[in-house]
């Protein structure tokens, strides 16, 4: 079954914890994303990736950072988390510019 | 600047009404268009998309959307709501000078009564 997977679902931590939330791919699809959703705000942009390699800010990176070794997985790495990351966060995939993205089920972060 | 919005917060309907969604934009490059619809705890599932081409464009589930490049817009509608249509739906907009960014509205949140 094509899908996009996030790990975890769930996950609560405390201020400061190096944390990972993984997201993982079938389609072989080129590029992958990263997004926070917030009540009011809808989904903003932290981290986008066009290929192996190759990564780019999106509107809030503030305090993310991410990597694409492999084409089939963009981890989302928080190093030092803070409350004001508690959010919902998405992966996404797609093919190229222009087509549907692929949500994965979301991870529900909350920082202490 | 960049950005999409989405005028109704909330949005109230019958069963059986029609419903529509606004959406406006603001930039000047050439955007792709696209609806996302959001069920409560679900992740994000695309309702239809528009690149060029007819401006009326059909998508799941009975949608359909309009894009009035005068007005900067890209409405959604359904002749005639379900109970399953209570959700919440994104408009998002991926400008064609700045590929993978995806800009979304703050979202409308559609409840169905009976």
């Known amino acids: 079954e094509a899908q996009v997977t996030q790990n975890p679902r769930y996950l609560i931590t405390v201020t400061g914890k190096k944390l990972t939330v993984t997201c993982s791919q079938n389609?072989?699809?080129?590029?992958m994303s990263w997004y926070r959703q917030d009540p009011g705000l809808g989904l903003r942009q932290i981290y986008y990736s066009m290929n192996v390699e190759v990564t780019d800010k999106g509107d809030v990176p503030e305090g993310y950072k991410v990597s694409r070794k492999e084409k089939r997985n963009f981890p989302l790495i928080l190093e030092s988390p803070s409350p004001n990351q508690t959010s919902l966060y998405f992966c996404?995939?797609?093919?190229?510019?222009?087509?549907?993205?692929?949500f994965g089920p979301g991870t529900r972060l909350t920082v202490l | 600047a960049q950005s999409v919005t989405q005028p109704d917060i909330h949005i109230t309907v019958s069963e059986g009404a029609s419903l529509e969604l606004r959406c406006n934009y603001s930039y000047g490059a050439t955007p792709y268009l696209f609806w996302y619809v959001q069920s409560p705890g679900q992740g994000l599932q695309l309702l239809l998309k528009y690149f060029s081409g007819d401006t009326l464009v059909q998508g799941i589930k009975g949608f359909e959307a309009e894009f009035k490049r005068s007005q900067s817009s890209f409405n959604l509608r359904k002749p005639s709501v379900h109970w399953s249509d209570a959700a919440e739906y994104f408009c998002a907009v991926e400008w064609a000078d700045s590929w993978g960014k995806l800009q979304f509205g703050a979202g409308t949140q559609v409840v169905v009564t009976p």
């Open positions: 389609m072989n699809h080129e590029y």
């Open positions: 996404a995939s797609g093919r190229s510019l222009g087509n549907e993205q692929f």
